[in-house]
């Protein structure tokens, strides 16, 4: 109960925030919102089927980079062909990605997921055709007027909260959580587990290509250290602040580390340091994360 | 002799030099108790786990309802009716014995890629979940969490959860080891009653419980089978007395 109004809370002051028209509470929120979509489809992965993967941030990139492309080359910008379009793209590449990666478990996977992000950097990160180190500008956005772009990201908050809550308690969820219990014990049930992994595998991926869309709308620009390794450690730190196997501590942790991370840097240049000592003592001292400190049920 | 519902034929699994199954050809017929005994390390486990699917034959065949099973995966074994227990307790340790139970039953859903309607709308799943809990005696445990079930609790949630996914074959890995008298009894009980009807390829030390329960009896001594006979052949059997149960002939 006190999650949901927690929750319900949160959304309608960042739904409020639209009608300021303050161009940098619109950047800022909306940022940091992509950081909860980000967060909470990674967790579909290291909280509910207890698979950490390294790659989230390249299929944020990915999708991110195809907007690039398919706006300065091909002149469409339409979000009804180009949302769809760049989604798919980073689900295909997470297809691709995590049936490769799936043949490796426990932290041979993390290795595999880290060496096709690293793969996937230096590729754009070298390519001068790609952008190079300096990444691309979208030149003409598919949503106009950031208020806008906020609106569609806050929807997609919204949408990604409750379509991840729904499968979750779906007989597809139950099978996750008997994967992260014991992936073994679910085959000799019948289960084809790694068929089930690739699937949620994918479904986060396609999330994040979703951030990533959005993320290349709302700023107009991409780079390669957006689809870096360094990215998806950032997003697997905010799950674990939020509180792993939970949506809503991974959603709030998101927003929570944007505002650290700014009035931080107001304080000190070594920011960093203060989201480290953060992580230390959540992980140290709320091993369900903030979360853990809202009272709710154990399952989403 | 009824049909053979399982068989194996020259089944083999080397690990390095070692054959821990040698050349093992063994007929389970249909609705009967089969137990396969031998002293430590004779392969009872590793023969348990080439019908399982869990481990792959380096030789030989797997035969189940006349189709080549040999190197069909653990998923797939499962799904054409084979159900196993585990020698140590092989659980969902943080779920409740409820859902341990309905992940079972669930997996007899044609396919678990359902991403919309809530689990509980599963009603057949929740019913075939409910029926096996209370056939092992834990209708009343339902919310307890699996990690906190004593050991002979523990047992009967592994058996209800073989239970709930309807096997036709059940492969049991010493149901009765580590459990103290009054708690074997009880498991004896239960799997007297979940061997009815069924066919049973039965792991075990205690020679008592075997010899009650059984319908045939192999003796595997390294990796070989050294007889097969009903239980009163083999408690008969010199050759098996000198090689397994130790003891002098009189």
Request: proline content about 4%; some cysteine; hydrophobic content about 50%.
């Amino acid at each position: 109960m006190r999650r949901r109004l927690l929750l319900l809370a949160a959304a309608a002051a960042l739904g409020a925030v639209a009608f300021s028209g303050d161009r940098f509470w619109l950047q800022f929120l909306g940022k940091a919102m992509i950081g909860s979509i980000l967060a909470m489809s990674l967790d579909l992965l290291v909280g509910f089927t207890g698979l950490v993967s390294l790659a989230h941030s390249a299929f944020f990139g990915l999708a991110a980079y195809l907007l690039a492309g398919l706006t300065n080359r091909f002149d469409l910008v339409n979000p009804v062909v180009t949302l769809p379009l760049c989604v798919a793209f980073a689900a295909a590449c997470a297809l691709v990605i995590g049936w490769l990666s799936l043949r490796a478990t426990g932290v041979y996977f993390i290795m595999v997921t880290l060496a096709f992000t690293q793969m996937l950097f230096y590729l754009f990160n070298d390519s001068p055709a790609l952008g190079g180190s300096d990444g691309l500008y979208v030149k003409t956005r598919p949503i106009e007027g950031r208020a806008a772009a906020y609106v569609a990201i806050w929807a997609a908050v919204v949408l990604v909260y409750l379509l991840l809550s729904r499968l979750l308690r779906a007989p597809y969820g139950r099978v996750l959580e008997g994967i992260r219990g014991n992936d073994q014990r679910m085959r000799s049930l019948g289960y084809p587990t790694r068929r089930y992994k690739l699937v949620a595998f994918v479904i986060a991926g396609a999330l994040a290509g979703l951030a990533g869309y959005l993320d290349a709308t709302l700023y107009g620009f991409v780079n390669p250290a957006q689809l870096g390794w360094r990215q998806s450690g950032l997003i697997l730190v905010t799950v674990l602040l939020g509180g792993r196997g939970t949506l809503y501590g991974p959603a709030l942790g998101a927003l929570l580390l944007a505002f650290i991370e700014h009035y931080g840097e107001r304080v000190t240049d070594h920011w960093n340091a203060l989201i480290a000592a953060l992580v230390i003592a959540v992980v140290l001292f709320l091993p369900r994360g903030l979360a853990g400190l809202v009272q709710g049920t154990p399952r989403a | 002799m009824p049909e053979a519902l399982l068989q194996t034929g020259a089944l083999t699994r080397r690990f390095g030099a070692l054959a821990a199954v040698d050349g093992v050809s063994l007929a389970f017929a249909e609705g009967r108790v089969h137990a396969v005994i031998g002293p430590n390390g004779a392969g009872k486990s590793t023969f348990l786990n080439l019908l399982s699917g869990e481990l792959r034959a380096t030789g030989g065949l797997i035969h189940f309802r006349g189709a080549d099973v040999t190197r069909a995966t653990p998923d797939r074994l499962s799904r054409m009716g084979v159900g196993r227990t585990y020698q140590t307790a092989n659980l969902f340790p943080e779920l409740s014995c409820g859902d341990c139970v309905w992940l079972a039953a669930q997996s007899r859903l044609p396919s678990s890629m359902l991403f919309f309607r809530p689990a509980e709308r599963y009603a057949q799943v929740g019913v075939r979940a409910a029926r096996a809990l209370e056939w092992c005696g834990l209708a009343e445990r339902g919310r307890a969490i699996a990690g906190q079930l004593s050991y002979g609790e523990q047992r009967q949630l592994e058996i209800a959860m073989m239970l709930a996914t309807e096997p036709s074959l059940l492969l049991l890995d010493e149901p009765l080891a580590g459990l103290g008298h009054d708690e074997a009894l009880r498991i004896v009980e239960l799997l007297r009653r979940v061997a009815r009807g069924r066919t049973v390829v039965l792991v075990e030390h205690d020679m008592d419980a075997v010899f009650s329960i059984s319908d045939s009896v192999t003796v595997l001594v390294d990796g070989r089978v050294l007889a097969t006979g009903s239980p009163s052949e083999i408690r008969a059997s010199p050759a098996v007395r000198e090689a397994y149960l130790g003891e002098e002939i009189p």
